[in-house]
């Protein structure tokens, strides 16, 4: 499966973004989707996660109440919107498909997006 994400940009403290990450192929609601950060100079973190059906999410801490990850399996697209969005949360955003677990940890994800950034003003 290819990904591709879009809807990073500039926004100020306490704005929304919408991120959309595109899946090609047919078989999109095989796969457990993720969605994960990295700032310069910092790990790849993870920030939600959404179950084949949708009727599974996760997220992260830091994150929680501010953030919805949801999926359109017939648009094969995933959406991560971020509300209350804060200067920490500036960071390239990936989008990842997993098809054995829907799991928080980056390296269990076999298929990523090319990164979209997401750069908050104070």
């Known amino acids: 499966v290819q990904l591709q994400a879009s809807g990073g940009g500039l926004v100020q403290a306490g704005g929304s973004l919408r991120l959309s990450c595109a899946a090609s192929g047919r078989t999109f609601n095989s796969y457990h989707m993720g969605w994960f950060r990295q700032a310069p100079g910092k790990e790849r973190e993870f920030v939600a996660a959404i179950s084949r059906s949708g009727g599974s999410t996760n997220y992260a801490d830091s994150v929680k109440g501010r953030v919805t990850i949801s999926r359109d399996n017939a648009k094969n697209t995933v959406y991560l919107q971020m509300n209350s969005l804060k200067p920490e949360d500036t960071a390239a955003y990936y989008c990842?498909?997993?098809?054995?677990?829907?799991?928080?940890?980056?390296?269990?994800?076999?298929?990523w997006g090319q990164g979209t950034q997401v750069t908050v003003s104070s």
């Open positions: 990842a498909a997993e098809i054995r677990l829907m799991t928080t940890d980056h390296r269990q994800y076999d298929y």
